[in-house]
């Protein structure tokens, strides 16, 4: 593999070995993992890499995100997801790969951990580097032990073609070990801001009525039948109103959910939303009531525009993410009132300066994490 040296924005030579890199997607959903990861890919694009994306079909409002210097190619015929879609179309990559000999394949997220595994099993000839970034736990900790050691015991043989794995924390990091002992991962952040994100958000731009907001796919994941409840729950606070952004399945059972409660009327449910900084510029908090995360960006999000949060107890990561009292409240229940009493809190009390709650996310910024990303495909391209 022939080795290219640039210098960096301080004058630093470095080494460029991984000229192409591949991303794998099943389809071009709005998830956060997808949403970040073209994010990403547009940063690579620009700083003079090669980039592809590779995926079943270009299905997804996410596709309008992607650079016009990237170059996308699709299944054909388009493979939806499905039961074993990501069998089959781990098998179908295998070929364009050889086809197209990139020299890393990154997949962004725990959803195309089989596709890469299938597809690294296949590659055998201008073999590509594989990495994958776990982005969510790998096994359920509410899982009996004996089940999760089961599955662990599974996990590992089946994720051991994939070359290279990172975390997103090292709390993050030192869970997924307990599931892969033997695999060195390596800590590198969500890029989950950019450099025009501060701390700068107007009072004025607030709703009179307190406004709390929820953002994520409406699925069982983040568990928003949880959140309507608790939002039930605030009776007293009846001009309190409740926002949730995101599409899904669960859309039609949580307006139902809403009706049956009698918070309808002050429940908006607006669909995916491109730009969520307006929102959070107008709310009084972020709420999460998710039953697992990864590495629960839209905390972070929160957290830059200096919005308080409350979370349940969903990802291992949130020591990191809500360090300091200004920054919001984690809930070790799942149960309405627990969580209605965090919310009750957190808007009777006087909260922290903006830029009080936004310190610290500077280090999200994908100014900084992209080169990161590159340095590691870089490190892993020399053979």
Same mark, same amino acid.
């Given at each position: 593999?022939?080795?290219?040296?640039?210098?960096?924005?301080?004058?630093?030579?470095?080494?460029?070995?991984? +000229? +192409?890199?591949?991303?794998?997607?099943?389809?071009?959903? @709005?998830?956060?993992?997808?949403?970040?990861?073209?994010?990403?890919?547009?940063?690579?694009?620009?700083?003079?890499?090669?980039?592809?994306?590779?995926?079943?079909?270009?299905?997804? =409002?996410?596709?309008?995100?992607?650079?016009?210097?990237?170059?996308?190619?699709?299944?054909?015929?388009?493979? +939806?997801?499905?039961?074993?879609?990501?069998?089959?179309?781990?098998?179908?990559?295998?070929?364009?790969?050889?086809?197209? @000999?990139?020299?890393?394949?990154?997949?962004?997220?725990?959803?195309?951990?089989?596709?890469?595994?299938?597809?690294?099993?296949?590659?055998?000839?201008?073999?590509?580097?594989?990495?994958?970034?776990?982005?969510?736990?790998?096994?359920?900790?509410?899982?009996?032990?004996?089940?999760?050691?089961?599955?662990?015991?599974?996990?590992?043989?089946?994720?051991?073609?994939?070359?290279?794995?990172?975390?997103?924390?090292?709390?993050?990091?030192?869970?997924?070990?307990?599931?892969?002992?033997?695999?060195?991962?390596?800590?590198?952040?969500?890029?989950?801001?950019?450099?025009?994100?501060?701390?700068?958000? =107007?009072?004025?731009?607030?709703?009179? /009525?307190?406004?709390?907001?929820?953002?994520?796919?409406?699925?069982?994941?983040? /568990?928003?039948?949880?959140?309507?409840?608790?939002?039930?729950?605030?009776?007293?606070?009846?001009?309190?109103?409740?926002?949730?952004?995101?599409?899904?399945?669960?859309?039609?059972?949580?307006?139902?959910?809403?009706?049956?409660?009698?918070?309808?009327?002050?429940? /908006?449910?607006?669909? +995916?939303?491109?730009?969520?900084?307006?929102?959070?510029?107008?709310?009084?908090?972020?709420?999460?009531?998710?039953?697992?995360?990864?590495?629960?960006?839209?905390?972070?999000?929160?957290?830059?525009?200096?919005?308080?949060?409350?979370?349940?107890?969903?990802?291992?990561?949130?020591?990191?993410?809500?360090?300091?009292?200004?920054?919001?409240?984690?809930?070790?229940?799942?149960?309405?009132?627990?969580?209605?009493?965090?919310?009750?809190?957190?808007?009777?009390?006087?909260?922290?300066?903006?830029?009080?709650?936004?310190?610290? @996310?500077?280090?999200?910024?994908?100014?900084?994490?992209?080169?990161?990303?590159?340095?590691?495909?870089?490190?892993?391209?020399?053979?």
């Amino acid at each position: 593999m022939t080795e290219v040296r640039n210098c960096d924005a301080d004058g630093v030579i470095q080494s460029m070995t991984a +000229h +192409h890199i591949a991303l794998v997607f099943h389809d071009f959903s @709005t998830g956060g993992s997808e949403r970040i990861a073209i994010r990403l890919a547009n940063q690579w694009a620009a700083s003079g890499r090669r980039v592809t994306i590779f995926c079943g079909t270009e299905v997804g =409002s996410a596709r309008d995100l992607v650079s016009p210097a990237i170059e996308i190619v699709s299944c054909k015929p388009a493979i +939806h997801r499905g039961w074993g879609s990501r069998i089959l179309l781990g098998w179908k990559l295998a070929n364009l790969f050889a086809r197209y @000999t990139p020299d890393v394949v990154f997949a962004p997220g725990n959803f195309h951990l089989m596709v890469l595994a299938v597809a690294a099993r296949r590659v055998t000839t201008k073999r590509p580097i594989f990495v994958c970034k776990i982005s969510n736990p790998l096994i359920d900790r509410n899982l009996p032990s004996i089940l999760r050691a089961l599955l662990s015991w599974l996990l590992r043989p089946l994720l051991a073609p994939i070359d290279k794995m990172t975390a997103m924390s090292p709390l993050l990091a030192k869970e997924a070990q307990l599931v892969l002992p033997n695999r060195q991962l390596t800590c590198i952040d969500e890029p989950i801001l950019d450099a025009r994100c501060n701390a700068f958000r =107007s009072t004025a731009l607030r709703e009179h /009525d307190p406004l709390i907001l929820c953002i994520g796919r409406l699925e069982r994941q983040k /568990d928003f039948e949880l959140a309507l409840r608790a939002f039930a729950e605030l009776s007293p606070l009846g001009r309190t109103r409740l926002a949730i952004l995101g599409e899904g399945p669960d859309r039609q059972r949580l307006l139902d959910i809403a009706q049956r409660l009698g918070i309808a009327a002050r429940v /908006d449910l607006p669909g +995916h939303v491109p730009n969520v900084s307006d929102w959070i510029g107008r709310a009084r908090l972020m709420l999460m009531t998710s039953r697992y995360e990864g590495f629960p960006a839209v905390l972070i999000e929160a957290r830059a525009l200096g919005l308080p949060v409350v979370t349940t107890d969903c990802s291992a990561a949130l020591p990191e993410v809500i360090s300091a009292p200004c920054h919001g409240e984690v809930v070790h229940s799942r149960v309405p009132f627990d969580i209605a009493g965090a919310i009750r809190r957190q808007l009777e009390t006087i909260p922290g300066s903006f830029e009080e709650i936004a310190r610290g @996310t500077e280090r999200f910024q994908i100014q900084s994490i992209a080169p990161q990303w590159l340095h590691l495909f870089d490190s892993a391209a020399v053979r």
